[in-house]
Each structure stands twice: as C-alpha cells, then as structure tokens.
C-alpha cells in the first residue's frame, strides 16, 4: 500500500532521509497545510532527532540528529503507513459499499 503513494525512500550523501512521493499526490504538498501537517508529524514523531524539513514538488527531505538516520527512517515510514491507513479508513467510512 505505501508504493501507491511513496515512490522509494532512502538516505542521501548527507544522510538526509529522503521521500519522493507519486506524480499523483504531487501537488498536494505544495500546499502550506501540507508542509505543515508534514513538518508537525515529523517534529512529534522524531522528537530530539528531528532537524529539518524541506518540501519539494514531488519530495520532502527530512534532517535528523547524526547517528538516528537508520531508526528515523524507519519511524517516518510507521508513521507515513498509519496516515495512509488512516485516510483509506476515513475514506471507506465516507463511501460504504452498497450492499
């Protein structure tokens, strides 16, 4: 389910935690409510680790305390997959199957 929304995931040359997200969703986190959302969720998330958050077109890159790369890339993707199961979950709420 994360490869609807996330295109890959990976540490760049300074180990930066880098998410490029789907075409589709693209235009979404251009949006100041969206680079909000993003940055608190990372803030909460990464508590002391957390440095950084920059908001491209179709990626966000995330700073993070040297030596909490590895582990902080494992939480942002936790967190990432419960969002998306969180907004499915709304979604089929929204949309009950007719029966």
């Keep these: 389910m994360l490869n609807m929304f996330i295109k890959s995931m990976q540490l760049d040359e300074e180990k930066r935690i880098v998410v490029v997200i789907q075409d589709a969703i693209a235009e979404y986190f ?3 409510e969206s ?6 969720m990372a803030q909460k998330s990464l508590g002391d680790a957390f440095i950084k958050l920059e908001v ?6 995330v700073t993070v305390t040297e030596g909490t790369e ?3 890339m494992k939480t942002i993707e936790a967190e ?3 969002a998306i ?3 499915m ?8 199957d007719k029966q």
């Design 56 to 61: 491209a077109k179709t990626s966000f890159r």
């Design 70 to 72: 590895e582990e902080s």
């Design 80 to 82: 990432i997959m419960k």
């Design 35 to 40: 680079k909000k959302m993003l940055k608190d």
């Design 89 to 96: 979950s709304f979604m089929s709420q929204m949309n009950p």
């Design 30 to 32: 251009l949006k100041d």
């Design 85 to 87: 199961e969180m907004a």
